[in-house]
């Protein structure tokens, strides 16, 4: 199976400056489900993280690109052949 191209936002550095960013994901696998993102959401710790605050603290460094915002609403558009789950239409 060929890798996915992708489109998202990115920061490339601790500016805190989101630029558009293309980047490959792997192809559905058999338990996996593939999904469109509609709406994102960013949260505090998504800000510590793009401006690298938490190597100060000792807890870890930031590596770039970084691609925030982990609160998603989105489409299912594939599911794996062995996925076992439950959508609900619409």
């Known amino acids: 199976m060929q890798p996915k ?7 490339r550095d ?3 400056v ?16 593939t ?8 949260c505090h710790i998504d ?3 793009i401006r690298n605050e938490f190597e ?11 691609h925030p915002g982990h609160e998603i609403v989105g489409v299912v558009t594939e599911v794996g052949n062995k996925e076992q789950v439950l959508l609900k239409e619409n």
């Open 35 to 42: 999904f469109k993102v509609l709406y994102s959401g960013i």
């Open 14 to 16: 601790s500016s805190g």
């Open 5 to 11: 191209k992708a489109f998202g936002w990115a920061a």
């Open 56 to 66: 100060s603290e000792n807890q870890w460094a930031s590596s770039y690109p970084l």
């Open 18 to 33: 989101l630029s558009p960013f293309t980047f490959s994901r792997r192809a559905t696998g058999e338990k996996d489900l």
């Open 47 to 49: 800000l510590h993280l």
